[in-house]
């Protein structure tokens, strides 16, 4: 992810000192065990549980990060929003916010696996059962943050990792948004850059124009695109998003040319699906998820998940007690 409104070029970060100072802070309940990853915004550590041993991951923002309020308050919106999506099966929940010591920090279930940018690294492009399967599932957690007022703004291969059991789940709420309705956020425009990863953002995101789902429904059919290829479905001037603007002023980004992919032609109904995700208008995409769910449904002939009992989804009610029969 590259911010250029906010973030300095080269961040100080010496994880060994950031993994002692962890150790001291959250000593009486966790072992720090080993860094797990480094990213733009913070370093991920894998800590065990002192009592009942369970793994988890604990995510520190840099420190030098934190020193500027702005950035701060997005890794604290990250928790609060993160902690409110808590329960879906397809993203990764914040437990627990803290800080001291000058560390702020996540606490977050350790997901043991490999996100989906080493994974095509080492394997190669996924079967269609497979990248379908990783699409479905992440359109499902999509769907579950904007139902909750949440727009993730960051779909990336590097922010979705496939677990021990097969399940695709969704990491770093970074850069997710909010608005004041409780449901379905639409973004106004912004006058300074939006930070995001370049090659997965919407036109509109990069232009600065308001933002709805279908931002994110962009960067899932980018990452699709990826899933079915090994190939980025763009090819923008990487990590800069001057040049990335441009090119889409140049019109390089029309999708018709780069979905006439061999590895796509397999396969009859994706050009269609990849065409309305990847639309430069969002006029043209897929409204929401609950649309592009029906359509992936189609294609993989797929059953729907069975819904909830109406009852079982409201809060649940204390039972009454139970009538004894008495008998004499
Ligand atoms: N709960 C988790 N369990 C296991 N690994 C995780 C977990 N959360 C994050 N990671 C891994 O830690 C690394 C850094 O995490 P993450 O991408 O969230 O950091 P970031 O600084 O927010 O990233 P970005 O550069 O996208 O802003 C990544 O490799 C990610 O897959």
Redesign the pocket.
């Given at each position: 992810?590259i911010d250029t409104a906010t973030q300095p070029a080269e961040i100080p970060l010496d994880t060994q000192d950031i993994a002692a100072r962890l150790s001291i802070l959250l000593a009486g309940r966790y072992l720090v065990l080993r860094l797990?990853?480094?990213?733009?915004?913070?370093?991920?550590y894998?800590v065990r549980h002192r009592i009942h041993h369970g793994l988890?991951?604990v995510?520190v923002l840099?420190p030098a990060l934190a020193e500027q309020p702005e950035l701060l308050a997005r890794f604290r919106r990250?928790g609060l929003l993160c902690a409110r999506l808590a329960g879906h099966p397809n993203i990764?929940p914040v437990l627990d916010i803290g800080e001291g010591d000058g560390l702020h920090y996540l606490l977050?279930?350790?997901?043991?696996?490999e996100?989906l940018d080493?994974l095509l690294a080492r394997t190669g492009p996924f079967s269609f059962h497979d990248a379908m399967l990783a699409t479905i599932q992440v359109n499902e957690a999509l769907l579950y943050a904007w139902n909750n007022g949440v727009l993730h703004c960051?779909l990336?291969p590097?922010?979705i990792?496939l677990n021990e059991f097969g399940q695709f789940i969704l990491?770093?709420f970074?850069?997710a948004s909010t608005s004041l309705s409780p449901k379905h956020p639409v973004l106004p425009p912004t006058t300074t850059p939006r930070p995001g990863?370049p090659l997965y953002m919407s036109p509109e995101r990069i232009l600065n124009e308001p933002i709805d789902i279908r931002s994110d429904l962009y960067a899932l059919g980018a990452i699709l695109y990826e899933l079915l290829t090994g190939e980025a479905a763009f090819r923008p001037g990487i990590g800069n998003s001057e040049d990335t603007i441009a090119q889409i002023e140049r019109n390089h980004l029309s999708p018709s040319r780069s979905l006439a992919h061999p590895l796509l032609r397999k396969h009859p109904g994706i050009q269609p699906l990849l065409q309305s995700l990847l639309a430069l208008s969002p006029a043209e995409r897929f409204a929401d998820p609950i649309k592009l769910q029906q359509a992936l449904r189609t294609l993989t002939h797929y059953p729907p998940a069975p819904s909830l009992h109406p009852e079982i989804e409201s809060e649940p009610q204390p039972t009454p007690p139970r009538r004894r029969l008495s008998f004499r």
């Open positions: 992810m797990i990853g480094i990213g733009g915004m913070a370093s991920v894998l988890f991951a995510k840099h990250e990764a977050m279930p350790y997901i043991r696996g996100d080493h960051d990336t590097g922010n990792r990491v770093d970074g850069l990863t």
